[in-house]
């Protein structure tokens, strides 16, 4: 699967968003309907395909999906996710093509051990995210939880690392986001991998 922007019609989007919430989904990263998902179908004006809100997320078909605008308003379909905003945010932010949004176990541990950001260092995982394996101290920055996105999307643009293509939301879940759903998929593996190993205690 690749989509670059553009390239995707919202029911192939709605398809390619399903299949990469059944993979969360199957490590337990989506339980109980949290986490959603969403691609850049057009960059100006900026439109993105989001999961619907409140779904299943191990069961979404290629209908679950609802077209909204930069704000997160829906412009066709149901209702988009509850942070459709913020997904929008952090697509005009960074650029990137797709934004994931999980809610781990050890995203949220680790975020409260260390409210101050998590530091990782001469990892060879690092290189998944861009970074060297060796001699360089990578901060994952860990922002406070709201349940306004507008407030949440101002505490991302403070807070993120250009060199992190994820940020923690403390006591909720983790954002991490990529060109395409393919890279937003291995940086949120990659991201996932390294929040575990800080928290088995290594
Ligand atoms: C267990 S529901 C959690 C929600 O409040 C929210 O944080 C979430 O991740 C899913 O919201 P959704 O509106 O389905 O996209
Ligand atoms: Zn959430």
Redesign the pocket.
């Known amino acids: 699967m690749t989509a670059g922007i553009g390239a995707l019609d919202l029911e192939e989007a709605g398809a390619v968003l399903a299949a990469e919430s059944a993979r969360f989904a199957s490590f337990g990263w989506m339980r109980?309907?949290?986490?959603?998902l969403s691609v850049v179908l057009s960059r100006d004006p900026l439109r993105l395909a989001v999961?619907a809100?409140?779904?299943d997320k191990g069961e979404l078909t290629a209908a679950d999906v609802v077209l909204v605008d930069g704000r997160g308003a829906a412009v066709q379909g149901g209702r988009p996710?509850?942070?459709a905003e913020l997904h929008a945010r952090v697509a005009a932010l960074t650029g990137a093509g797709a934004v994931v949004?999980v809610?781990t176990v050890a995203a949220v541990a680790m975020g409260c051990r260390a409210p101050g950001g998590i530091v990782f260092r001469d990892l060879e995982m690092l290189k998944g995210v861009g970074q060297p394996a060796h001699d360089v101290d990578v901060v994952l920055p860990v922002i406070a939880n709201s349940q306004d996105m507008t407030e949440l999307g101002d505490r991302l643009e403070a807070a993120r690392n250009p060199r992190m293509p994820a940020v923690v939301v403390a006591g909720?879940?983790l954002y991490v986001w990529g060109a395409d759903p393919r890279q937003a998929r291995h940086h949120t593996e990659v991201v996932e991998w390294l929040l575990e190993l800080e928290l088995a205690g290594t």
Not at 32 to 36: E, H
């Open positions: 109980g309907t949290s986490g959603n999961t809100s409140g779904r996710s509850a942070e949004h809610h909720h879940g």
